[in-house]
């Protein structure tokens, strides 16, 4: 269901600002899913195909809040306890009766429905019974409407209770339970084929030994990084491993990748240097654009298609494909899935450090939170910020955004600070 153009990608600027990357993205192309049934205990993490609204007001009726007794408000005496009889018990899940004795006072449980004419509900724990039971004396003081929860009050019939596009968390599940709903329509999951490339990678999984890397060789890590930023994303990936720098290898894994999937994604390869083939890969099974992102860290990024299929080449250091997956990637994959993204808010914080930058890029530096002992926060930038230095993610608690037309920070300065938890790391 791609709805790829040719030149959908295309670019011909230097470099693009990262609002320019996305409008171009979210207007050249559409959705990729389908929607179909799902039953409530398998929609964690799906995202909702349909606005969901209440059928019916929850709680259904006015209900007790506590164990105690149901009164009339109207018949305590307002300077005084009040003695009243007890005209009849009502445990949670029963039928009240048609009919109760006028003046009297209920024995109710809670989540046990209230009685038209009764209003009010003494906790048991403040009452005392007199005369074998049959009389309950109450504390004068309670307000009208205590202990009663109205009709409605949680959700109302008829109100829009999540929308379309909402991933469902949770507290969702139990949300939709609680208003009758076991069955709803979602969109299907993006399957994304996932590939690193470079003949430097190695896998620790498939090792066969603990023997030392060879000399030159790295871990894969990026792979690692996106798998798991996909999968806790609700998308369904298939690791495809590490792809070596061959043009021919890469053309041949990349087409049968793309036959099978939504959307294939690769990291590493597409840079300026003669061993980036993603690039010429790409090109002759479809087409390519390499863009530069005015952002640091991060940069080069690809977007392209083979044949209908489209494709995203993120770079290769690992601390860049952290960055451009939260700012670009996962909004942009949010439009393909139909899924609603939800903009960061970050927080204004103190830094306490001074930093240059260049103007006319966006850049995220790596930081955390300092609590001082007068109970103030002060950000604390991580002491190694090279492009391929992922420990400063993993060590670190967010990210401070400087916009475009910032040139650094002072210490003191009040900065934009998006915590990674905010961001889904
Ligand atoms: P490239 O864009 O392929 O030239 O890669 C840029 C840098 O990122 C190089 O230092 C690569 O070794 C490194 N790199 C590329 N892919 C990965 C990966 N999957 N895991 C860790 N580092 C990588
Ligand atoms: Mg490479």
Not at 49 to 65: K, M, Q, R, T
Not at 326 to 352: D, N, R
């Amino acid at each position: 269901m791609a709805q790829l153009s040719d030149d959908c990608f295309a670019h011909g600027g230097a470099l693009m600002t990262v609002p320019e990357a996305l409008e171009m993205l979210r207007s050249r192309t559409e959705a990729l899913v389908a929607t179909e049934a799902c039953r409530l205990p398998d929609a964690l993490g799906r995202v909702l195909a349909e606005d969901i609204i209440a059928p019916a007001s929850v709680p259904p009726h006015p209900n007790s809040a506590v164990d105690g007794y149901a009164v009339s408000y109207g018949d305590l005496s307002e300077d005084s306890e009040t003695r009243l009889k007890i005209g009849g018990r009502l445990p949670a899940g029963d039928r009240p009766a048609e009919h109760y004795e006028a003046g009297t006072a209920l024995r109710i449980f809670t989540g046990a429905i209230l009685p038209p004419g009764f209003d009010t509900v003494f906790m048991q724990e403040d009452c005392s019974l007199e005369q074998d039971d049959t009389i309950v004396v109450l504390p004068k003081g309670l307000k009208k409407g205590s202990n009663a929860r109205a009709a409605g009050e949680d959700i109302l019939k008829g109100e829009t209770l999540l929308k379309k596009g909402h991933r469902l968390r949770g507290v969702d599940l139990g949300f939709l339970s609680s208003a009758g709903y076991g069955q709803f329509r979602v969109y299907t999951p993006l399957k994304i084929a996932l590939f690193s490339t470079g003949n430097e990678l190695h896998d620790p999984v498939t090792r066969t030994d603990d023997a030392s890397l060879p000399e030159g060789a790295i871990f894969d890590s990026n792979r690692y990084t996106l798998l798991g930023f996909l999968k806790s994303r609700g998308i369904t990936v298939t690791d495809l491993g590490i792809l070596p720098d061959d043009g021919a290898a890469m053309k041949t894994a990349l087409a049968d990748a793309a036959r099978e999937h939504d959307l294939v994604m690769t990291s590493g390869g597409v840079s300026v240097g003669e061993e980036d083939h993603v690039k010429d890969a790409i090109g002759a099974l479809g087409s390519i654009h390499a863009w530069r992102l005015a952002i640091k860290p991060g940069r080069p990024i690809a977007f392209g298609q083979i044949g209908s299929t489209p494709f995203i080449g993120m770079p290769g250091n690992p601390v860049a494909v952290v960055v451009t997956f939260l700012g670009v990637v996962w909004p942009f994959l949010c439009h393909l899935s139909h899924q609603t993204y939800i903009e960061p808010m970050g927080q204004q914080l103190k830094a306490g450090f001074k930093h240059k930058k260049k103007k006319d890029r966006r850049e995220w530096v790596r930081a955390s939170c300092h609590l001082n002992s007068d109970g103030t926060v002060e950000l604390v930038k991580y002491p190694r910020d090279g492009a391929g230095v992922l420990s400063s993610v993993c060590l670190s608690d967010g990210l401070i955004e400087l916009p475009e037309n910032a040139l650094g920070i002072e210490s003191g300065d009040l900065v934009t600070f998006y915590s990674f938890r905010e961001l889904g790391l």
